[in-house]
Structure formats: structure tokens, C-alpha cells
């Protein structure tokens, strides 16, 4: 057990981490992983290791799948008055509140966020998905189908049966709430990978619903990496569907690998957004939207608002403003409450957003601020700006995921549709006018699942969110987010 003394910044917001769990969750037990073998998780801020954690692989997917499967098979859980299922959602909420601020201390540490934004974006949204979804766990009912002939027929919605779900690490708390709270609301058990690089909130939220009741074999956690314990998953025939956010590369691998079993897939997979700012827009509030678009958490968002398309009349001021923003942006320590940016997750991320700005500087646009490493301890990076990009550049295209804004001008507003449409990715996209009509307009024809108008990044467990093209198939959030956990049975009685 490793434990973890807080900075002086951390200290005067009186949170403590305590590291508690660093085994497999399965079946209810905190088990080893039985090949016996261990990784670590490093603070992105120090480069320290923080724990060493079960690295589990094949082996030890099986038995979370045995788990999963007795629970899914025999157990109470899809079977019990779906309003208890709802209660033990919430009571798992409770206790995530009872100790919220540990928390989100033990997410900035694994993670390397801002401990304001573990505790006032993440972990707040994350309990609202859980709720919301304990709400609908009683609300999952069939329609009566007025079929030709003498018969009755009607359809039940009923549990995909045991979900493989595969996580990324840029929103630890975040992620395993959207992935467990359809799961369990539509009476699902569940095996979950988290990321290699921030296993310690999810291992600390099995405990949590392990004490709030949920039964054992519901919720089976397997820390480890994606090759071996992600693949097992994705290949195992007691695996009903996977669930899986991250890149699109690991889509495809996954993809392929659940051919064998037919199994039902869900990604949420990158993007390159288009946030798009007309001349006529409220040119102080589109500015905010741009620089949190890109930056909110180190630029590591799905959803990040990448390609900034200025309009041509108010390209230069308005440019001016957004890279004044990223100037005097702080990044530091995400254990003061002052700091803005903390580190990026790891050394492989650090290395490809780099790689990236070399890039951009090689290929010719302008680094209007930032470019290089802050400091020389952590994976911190500046915020970076490059204006004058052309749609030809690798900035351009490629999703970096890092805090690194490409700005890009247009004059026609059609062309402007074109360009913005003119990626393989769909996640989200920004457009930013006073006009009305024009805002709806250009809101319907681009190709993105999300689309803010006059905001960014405003999400919500009702709305449902996802990509077009190869930002991924499939919704979560809201009430498009149950599908992928039921199955539609239709009955059919003679009624003669
Ligand atoms: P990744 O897609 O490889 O990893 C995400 C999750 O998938 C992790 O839990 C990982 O262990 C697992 N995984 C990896 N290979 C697997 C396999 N063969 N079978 C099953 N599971 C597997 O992403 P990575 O390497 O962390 O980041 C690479 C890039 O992906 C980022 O730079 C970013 O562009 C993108 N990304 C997008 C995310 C999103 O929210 N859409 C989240 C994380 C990364
Ligand atoms: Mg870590």
C-alpha cells in the first residue's frame, strides 16, 4: 500500500490520498492477479510511481467473465425489483459524495488534472450520470404492438447480459459512471478495463459498490493493459458487448478481434471538432469557448474544440484575444488551486503532442504562443496557438490531444460547411453568431453528433452524445444510452 503526502497547496484544501485498493475486483474479492505480476502508476506532475497495481491479463478476465456470468446467469442482480437496483445506484452515489474530496485528490494524482476540476467538473458530472441512470433502471418497459390477426404481441427490453467495458484515462470517475450507469440500470453485469495509465478511482468505486450493496460479480474490475487484459475481453465468448472509448486505431484492432463472437460494439472513439466563430458573434464569450474548448483538461477531450475557423473580417482581433488566453494560461502544480493546466497523462502522450508542434512549426503555420515543454520535471506543455493553418496541414487533420489550438480562416459560409465537414472524424462542433437562423442552419449540416451553439462542452447526462463517421457508433448519455445494454424481445400470443 503506497500512501502519498500532499503538497502544502494540497494540504490547505485539507484532502488526504490514501491508497486502498490496487488488486482485481471480481466476484467481490480483491484478488492478485495470478500470474502474480504488477505495473505502476505514475503522478504525471512528479514522474513518481504513486502504486503498483495487479497487472491482470487472460487468466484473470476469466474469472471476472465467470463472475459476470454467475451474476448475469443465476444472480439477483438483473432479476431484482428494478426500483432496487435504482436505490443501490444512488446509495453508491452517496458514499462517492461521502468522500468526494479524497476523491478527486486520487484523480489528479493518477490523472494529473487540476484538483478544482476533479472536484467541481468531474466527479460532479460523473454522480449526475449515476443518478440519472439509477432514475431510469425502474422506467426500462416494452411497448404493445398492434400486430395483423388474432394475436397479442408485445415487446420486453431485457439486459444484453455481461458487458466488457474498455476506458481511457482522460476521464477516469467520468468514464466508469458512463460506462456502469446504463449497464446497471438496464440490469447488465459488467467487467471493466480501466486505463494502464489511472487505475486507482476505478478501483477505488468498485469498493464503494461493493459497500453500497451492489452484489458480488455485478461490477469486476481488471486493471492491466490492452493487448493482453483488453483483448481478452474484446475475444471472450462469455462477453455479451463491449463498450469502448478511446483511439480509433484500438477501434479498429477491436473490431476485428469481436468478429469471432459477433459481438455488439460500442465506440466513442476522437475527433478533430470544428468550433466556428462568425464576425456577428459575442466575440468575448466565443473567445472563452475557444480557449476552454481546447484546453479543458490539457487538451485531452474527445471533444476538443481543435480547428478554430475564424471568420475573415474579425480574424485578426479576435485571434489576438484568444492567444492572449493561452498565454497567461497557469499551468503547474494540480494540486494549487490557482493552476489552470497540470500535466499531460504520460510520457507517450507528452512525446506525440510534441511531435505534433514540431510538425506544425515544420509544415509552416505560425506559433503564435507556447511550443515548448514547461518546466523540466512532469509532462507539461504550454499552451500552444498556431494561427494561419491550412486545412492541408497535419495540425489540421490529425487529432494531437493536447493543448494545442490550430486556427484556421474562412470568408464563405458554404465553403466554411465544407472545409468543417471535410474530416473523417464527427464528434462535436461549435458555431458561435448573434444570427438565429444561420446558427441552426449550419448547426444541421455539419456532420457531428454534438453540435454547441454559442457554448462548448456543455454536457449533460440527458443529452445523448457520440460521433458520426469515425468518431465511433452508438450513443451514451441519456435515454439512447440505455440501447446498447437491452435487447428487444418481441412476444407474440395467440389469442385464439
Ligand atoms: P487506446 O485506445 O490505445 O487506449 C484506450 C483503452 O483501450 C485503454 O484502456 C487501453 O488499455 C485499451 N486498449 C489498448 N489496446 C487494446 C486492445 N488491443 N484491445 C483492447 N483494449 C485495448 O489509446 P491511448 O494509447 O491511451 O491513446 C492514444 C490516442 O488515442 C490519444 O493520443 C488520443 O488521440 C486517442 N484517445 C482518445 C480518447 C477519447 O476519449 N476518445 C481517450 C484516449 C485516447
Ligand atoms: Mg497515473
Redesign the pocket.
Known amino acids: 500500500m503506497a500512501s502519498f503526502t500532499p503538497s502544502d497547496a494540497e494540504q490547505e484544501l485539507e484532502t488526504e490520498v490514501c491508497i486502498r485498493q490496487t488488486q482485481c475486483f471480481i466476484g467481490g474479492e480483491w484478488v492478485p492477479a495470478q500470474s502474480g505480476k504488477t505495473f505502476e502508476t505514475i503522478d504525471p506532475a512528479t514522474e513518481e510511481v504513486i502504486a503498483t497495481i495487479a497487472e491482470g491479463d487472460q487468466a484473470d478476465v476469466d474469472a471476472a467473465v465467470r463472475a459476470a456470468r454467475e451474476a448475469f446467469d443465476n444472480g439477483p442482480w438483473p432479476r431484482m425489483d428494478a426500483r432496487e437496483r435504482g436505490r443501490l445506484m444512488h446509495r453508491l452515489c452517496d458514499l462517492i459524495e461521502d468522500e468526494i474530496d479524497e476523491l478527486a485528490a486520487l484523480e489528479t494524482l493518477d490523472n494529473g488534472k487540476p484538483l478544482a476540476d476533479s472536484r467541481k467538473i468531474d466527479i460532479p458530472l460523473a454522480l449526475a450520470t449515476l443518478r440519472y441512470y439509477a432514475g431510469w433502471a425502474d422506467k426500462i418497459h416494452g411497448q404493445t404492438i398492434p400486430v395483423a390477426g388474432n394475436y397479442f404481441s408485445y415487446t420486453r427490453r431485457e439486459p444484453v447480459g455481461v458487458a466488457g467495458q474498455?476506458?481511457?484515462?482522460?476521464?477516469p470517475i467520468l468514464?466508469v459512471s458512463w460506462k456502469w450507469g446504463p449497464a446497471l440500470a438496464a440490469g447488465c453485469t459488467i467487467v471493466m478495463?480501466?486505463?494502464?495509465?489511472t487505475p486507482l478511482t476505478c478501483l477505488r468505486l468498485a469498493r464503494l459498490a461493493q459497500k453500497a450493496g451492489i452484489p458480488d460479480g455485478v461490477i469486476n474490475v481488471v486493471p492491466?493493459?490492452?493487448?493482453t487484459?483488453?483483448?481478452a475481453?474484446?475475444k471472450h465468448p462469455g462477453i455479451d458487448k463491449v463498450a469502448?472509448?478511446?483511439?480509433?486505431?484500438?477501434?479498429q484492432?477491436?473490431m476485428r478481434?469481436a468478429a469471432d463472437g459477433l459481438k455488439r460494439l460500442t465506440f466513442?472513439?476522437?475527433?478533430k471538432s470544428p468550433n466556428i466563430v462568425f464576425a456577428d458573434a459575442d466575440l468575448a464569450a466565443a473567445a472563452q469557448g475557444a480557449h476552454v474548448g481546447i484546453h479543458l483538461n490539457q487538451g485531452?477531450?474527445?471533444c476538443a474544440g481543435s480547428r478554430l475557423f475564424v471568420e475573415d473580417a474579425i480574424y485578426d482581433e479576435f485571434v489576438a484575444k484568444v492567444v492572449e488566453m493561452s498565454r497567461v494560461r497557469r499551468v503547474g502544480d494540480p494540486f494549487d488551486p490557482a493552476t489552470e493546466q497540470g500535466p499531460q497523462?504520460d510520457q507517450?502522450?507528452f512525446d506525440?503532442i510534441m511531435g505534433y508542434i514540431e510538425k506544425g512549426k515544420a509544415e509552416g503555420a505560425t506559433c503564435a504562443t507556447g511550443g515548448s515543454r514547461h518546466g523540466d520535471l512532469g509532462y507539461f506543455i504550454e499552451p500552444t496557438v498556431f494561427t494561419e493553418v491550412t486545412d492541408d496541414m497535419a495540425i489540421a487533420r490529425e487529432?494531437?490531444?493536447?493543448p494545442v489550438l490550430s486556427v484556421l480562416r474562412f470568408k464563405d459560409t458554404d465553403e466554411l460547411v465544407r472545409r468543417a465537414n471535410a474530416t473523417s472524424f464527427g464528434?462535436a462542433a461549435a458555431v458561435w453568431t448573434r444570427d438565429v437562423a444561420k446558427a441552426h442552419d449550419i448547426a444541421h449540416r455539419l456532420r457531428a453528433g454534438t453540435v454547441w451553439v454559442n457554448c462548448y462542452d456543455v454536457f449533460d447526462p440527458a443529452a445523448p452524445f457520440g460521433g458520426f463517421k469515425q468518431?465511433?457508433f452508438g450513443r451514451e448519455l441519456g435515454e439512447r444510452g440505455l440501447d446498447p445494454y437491452l435487447e428487444t424481445k418481441t412476444v407474440t400470443v395467440s389469442m385464439s
Open positions: 474498455i476506458i481511457p484515462w482522460n476521464f468514464m478495463k480501466p486505463a494502464e495509465q492491466g493493459f490492452g493487448p487484459a483488453g483483448a475481453i474484446v469502448f472509448t478511446g483511439s480509433g486505431e484500438t477501434a484492432v477491436i478481434q466513442e472513439l476522437g475527433g485531452q477531450c474527445c497523462v507517450a502522450q506525440k487529432e494531437i490531444f493536447g464528434l468518431s465511433g
